[in-house]
């Protein structure tokens, strides 16, 4: 049984999260990967905890589908960032 409701506090921090610290980094990252730089162990990290919230945000849209949009885009934005990083990787 899903508790849309209950999921709101949840949804308010990963909002306010994406926004503020997650969304600003990501295009940061998509600006270097784009220059053609690759990604260094910083980048790696923030990388690696994003993957490890995605099970909660992909739980909290498919419970909350109008954020499956949203989610969707970021997954993209990652997916972008990840691949041009490979590429650029394997140029140099």
């Given at each position: ?45 923030f990388l690696s ?25 970021l997954i993209d ?12 990787a394997s140029d140099?």
């Amino acid at each position: 049984m899903t508790n849309p409701g209950g999921d709101a506090g949840t949804i308010q921090v990963l909002l306010e999260r994406m926004t503020t610290q997650r969304l600003p980094r990501a295009l940061r990252m998509r600006e270097k990967v784009e220059r053609g730089e690759v990604l260094d162990d910083y980048d790696l990290k923030f990388l690696s905890r994003v993957f490890e919230d995605a099970g909660q945000a992909q739980k909290l849209a498919s419970d909350n589908p109008e954020f499956q949009s949203l989610l969707n885009r970021l997954i993209d934005l990652y997916h972008y960032i990840t691949k041009k990083a490979l590429e650029n990787a394997s140029d140099g």
